[in-house]
């Protein structure tokens, strides 16, 4: 009888062993959102330009998206801006957390537009996280980018992580003079797999919901013949330069640039003067 039990309980433990589990990967679950709206918070912004003797004029914008939610950012006009930034931050990248890579961009010098992402930081909680409708919201924002910056500066669109899928659709939509792709993703099955513990791998299976696995910018950079430029930490584990180095390779620009950033990590990168020198080499280029 004992034998019998231990054979079940081998058994048992055999078949969670070869069938794993399965994580259900939803927009819900994925896509980083606030616990409440937070107020603007650019203490730290304002304390770094001051620091560094720069003249900015920083002012709150706002957009409604397509579910008529308030979608907020900021507006930051530079002094001798070289270009016009539109910014699609990471997940979880809000304007009061990640306050310095605002400064950092708009120290090449250039103005920025960055709004957070619906649900996260300033921004209204929608009532669902489709992602089709926050493609949507982004195409408002980078309209309205468009319409306030009316200025003979060449206007880019600027990724950061999960943003640059958000930042390749746009460009592929709207043909801005240049896409810079920051730490970037290839497709969302990849990114999460390479981002899972290791001794998981072979016991987990994730199943993406058809909104996520529809994400391909590997799809969407090698449609895209604009301008392009990657910039990437060599130390980045989350996303790392094999990424860039992919879609390096299947995009068709005839003005593209990798730059591997050496010792940058994930969240670094913009901090090196390599990165920079690249960014204003790749904004005379245009």
Known sequence: M??????S???????VVVSGCVINVTPQNLIYQSPNVEKLDLTHFQGKAFKDGISVAVKPVTVTGVRGNQIRGVQALYHGAKANIVLFGGNASTINKSASKLHRL???PANIIWFDYPGAGISDKPKDMNPEYMLQDALAIYDFAVDKLRNDKPMLVHGVELGTAVATHIALQRKPDGLVLEGPVVNLTQLIYDNSPGWTAWLTRYKLSDSLKSVDNAYQVGSYKGPLLLIVGEKDRKTPPKYSEILYRVSPSDNKNLVVVEGAEHNNVLTSPIAVEAYQAFIKSL
């Not at 004992?2 to 054979?7: E, G, S, V």
């Open 106 to 108: 708009g120290s090449i």
């Open 9 to 15: 309980l081998f058994l048992g433990l055999l078949l």
């Open 2 to 7: 004992p034998n019998r039990i231990y054979l």
